[in-house]
């Protein structure tokens, strides 16, 4: 049955509804590996009216509506699970107000991470928990998956800068959630609600961040170890000691490798940490207290890096997720991992993780955001080939029970989308998932907020 | 109509339901001037499973439940508003656990600051956003009203060092709600929902923390300036300019007034602003950063006071609470007042309270957390005076609705509760309110958690 779109061109204006198949396949389709079902519609909203019009339209009709924006999601997240509408909000990208005087800016949800950047330059401030991925996705996207970045250690995550949020919900009504205040406790608190369900309860038309001013010293360096338990356990004892680190990223040999074959780099063949210090004094105390700790783990060589040098290993670091993928045609990432675990957990799961890959026989390049205890971890598989790509599933799967099993949670950064609904349960009890189903039955009782995402399919 | 007890005393122990007046007296009571009713009893589980015994048994019946700890609330929140049974959580007062190696501690929702503090103490630790009212007050209270403290300006909130709650719903049902991981974007963030609902969606029974390393330096000192605007102009530079505070309160001169009253000090006749310092490295640099500030705002005095000293003063600021209501028995405390705004309008805030003030023939002390935008306002009248109070409900009002006005919130850390349920409409908007109350009927349909709070007379 194709849908009759008559009701979408008659309220928005010319080319802001499609049908054509080079954008229904192109908003099937996200940087993940998850499968999803083609829209038979796409709509261009660019104002908070038509967003609501759409939606209460669809509402009305029952017609499943995803809201997509850089398509640069992992989990399938924001690729139709039910077809329907896809609402891309790529041109709500202007920048609406900057207040540097409050430390604030209010932007559309399609502003991508470099305007952000840009414009809070503009005034001494920057954002401080952009997301790796920030130069190619777009805010509502950040938002709507609960994102953070290499400089969450220090400074938290993007939920943490979102003051308000405009939303619309599926019924058409339009919602401002949170405060242009830095805290409020006047009534519940829906921004934090809505910041990671995934365009399930609502759509985001506008958001008020929270922007900082930048530190007046930044200095970065690079850590060589013998092996990944000693790079591991100075990470972790780093930031038990309290160690005032902005950035600090760990590395796997494997995905070393994989990095020298993508981008031509010369990174050695060490597990290595990536640091940055953020300071207004003593970031030179502050240094050396890090490397006072990392020496006691066997450290190889500690090297800090002037700002061109550093430049460099932050895009090495930022293009490892493009390395990755791109390093072998005949064996391609199975999911994304995203396990994040408490501290002291950490060496344990980087470990287990390299020794299943032993045991199953499978690369399992290894990098991320160790500080706050996550791990990107990739299990790269020939995808013809069943029984490898059933170790890979079954080696995923362990990791990801492992984590949950010692407090951690399956996804620190990417959502649940469609790929990892079946952890869902497993991670929060089936109390927990029923009163989120709640809500969901509460906000969008017709269920046409991107259906087929978060919950189980039988919870 | 009294309520039969007998479904409680059959599953709690003796002593653990209670209907004896001196109870039902003391639990219709707060810090704040907010009238409720007496409960029909008071019950005071041990246990998690008590809790939702009584809960699951309540709601069958459609008996209200209002959740109380300490009582040191201001606006009613834990005193019910339609009888029923006050769950008196104090008795549930273990330090559960302590995982330094995580900064993280484990905790009952009747545990008070002090231990929270020793407990952390004990492992170099401490729970930076401790509110002022900390020394006598839950962690459970914290969490439901969604309470912030002096040090919030650089910490964050008491929301911010929530990692996971165990909460027990109005059906009985338990979840648990956040990641021991220090971040997750797996499922809705039931957490940041549940905190500062003021137990009408849940009632807390596990709280799960995170700690900070205690830093190595850290200095106080206090500021005059010879008049308010001058003092709030400094605050609000201090803070645009990016002064890493970890402290930064204004003191009116009323305020100083009557804290001398109180205390037999010796706060100087001028409106002041009593800072502290918290860093690794470079306090000085820091202090004299701000002092640079400071002086461009006509500064009398910047002294910095040693440890003995410091203490002394924070004491002070921490008793202006209770100075301001024990100031002249013919003249109480009408509402606390909790405004909150973007920190560019603060100085407008303060002199709007001031001229109101004198408009008005009212004392207005003001005191509070300036570098949150945070004003604690007292308006005193005499009670009996018909005409007086006319005066200051009226003042009162027009300052929470001109905070409203320029994009802050009625309250920034005490939450709705009974007293400000008629500001919730013009700050939210009905839209955004009807969203809260669809969340409130599909949690807890049948009403029974602490019902007549939050939410307006006619919504």
Known sequence: MTLDTTFLTESLG????????????EH??????ATGTEPEAVVYPTTTEEVATVLEAANERGIPVTPYAAGTGLEGNAVPAEGGISMDLTRMNEVLDVRPEDFQIDLQPGVMGPTIEETAGEHGLFFPPLPSSGDISTIGGMIANAASGMQTVKYGEVADWVLELEVVLADGSVI???????KTSSGYNLRDLLIGSEGTLGVVTRATLELAGRP???KGGRALFPDLDHAAAAVTDAIQSGVDV????????????????????????SPMVFLEFHANHGIDEEIEFCRSILETHDLIEFEIADEERMGDLWQARKDLAFAVRSYDPDRQPLHPGDITVPISKYGDLVKEIKDLGEQYDLLTPCFGHAGDGNIHYTVLVDTDDEEQLRRGEQLYSEVVDRAIEVGGTAT??????????KYLLDEHGSETVAAMRSIKDALDPNGILNPGKIFPETE
């Open 14 to 25: 010319d080319g802001q509804v499609t049908t054509g198949q080079d954008a229904l396949e």
């Open 28 to 33: 099937a389709t996200d940087w993940g590996t």
């Open 176 to 182: 401002t959630a949170g405060s242009k205040a830095v």
């Open 216 to 218: 007046e010293q930044i």
């Open 246 to 269: 902005a950035k600090i990223e760990l590395i796997d040999e494997e995905s070393a490798m994989m990095s020298n074959a993508y981008t031509g780099a010369d990174l050695p063949d």
């Open 412 to 421: 620190g950064e990417h959502g649940i989308g469609q790929g990892k609904r």
